[in-house]
């Protein structure tokens, strides 16, 4: 059958997307809770700068960052006498963990502000500084609420890497078009490229959820 011809480049594109899914996810999460705690921090610079970076990378698309990155970055850095040319797969993780760092500071946002304000009066009594109300009070009641949407996020950017084909990147989207445009098979290839998606987000959303019982245990067990 010809569709066994067309699964060995599928999966190495398929490895492409799962590792820019990784290493953007886990970069974004860091993001999100650097730009989310920033967004309530007390000194305006470091506020605004973290309002910023949020609002620009909620406020415009993905497929516009990218190409900025890749085409515009070493433009501007031409005319500075400056090389500021990144390869295809730096450009494609930058950019989508800025996206989900933007999206997901929102999230940390919204939970360290849903934390019961008695509970920070109870920690200002106690003599906490603020770093300390942070990571003992804040963090560790918010992060199980963030989770579920976490997880939302981490699907949404996994389907989101199908754009990094557009600068040439081999992933998965990348080698499916190769072997559509070689063989004008359409309706096979397109076809095993959504199982393949789905296949993928089925298996991360699962893995999302058993992260979700875990750090749920972990504050039911107290930390």
């Not at 516009?64 to 990144?86: C, K, M, N, S």
Request: charged residues 15%; hydrophobic residues 50%; glycine residues 8%.
């Amino acid at each position: 059958m010809d569709w066994l011809n067309y699964l060995d480049p599928l999966l190495q594109g398929a490895w492409v997307t799962v590792q820019l899914t990784l290493y953007s996810t886990l970069l974004g999460g860091l993001l999100s809770f650097l730009l989310g705690v920033g967004r309530l921090a007390s000194h305006p610079g470091l506020r605004w700068l973290s309002i910023c970076v949020i609002e620009v990378f909620r406020g415009t698309s993905l497929l516009v960052q990218l190409f900025w990155l890749y085409f515009a970055l070493p433009l501007a850095g031409q005319a500075l006498g400056l090389d500021w040319r990144l390869p295809p797969v730096v450009v494609g993780v930058l950019a989508l963990s800025l996206n989900i760092g933007a999206y997901g500071a929102e999230v940390v946002r919204g939970a360290l502000q849903a934390v019961p304000p008695a509970q920070l009066e109870a920690a200002k009594a106690l003599d906490f500084t603020p770093r300390q109300t942070l990571w003992r009070i804040s963090l560790p009641q918010a992060i199980p609420e963030m989770m579920p949407s976490f997880g939302n996020l981490a699907v949404q950017n996994l389907k989101d890497t199908a754009l990094v084909s557009l600068i040439s990147l081999g992933d998965l989207a990348f080698r499916a078009e190769q072997i559509r445009n070689f063989t004008q098979d359409s309706t096979t290839v397109y076809t095993l490229l959504l199982l393949m998606y789905f296949g993928m987000a089925l298996v991360l959303t699962a893995l999302m959820r058993l992260l979700e019982r875990s750090v749920g245990r972990w504050r039911a067990t107290g930390g």
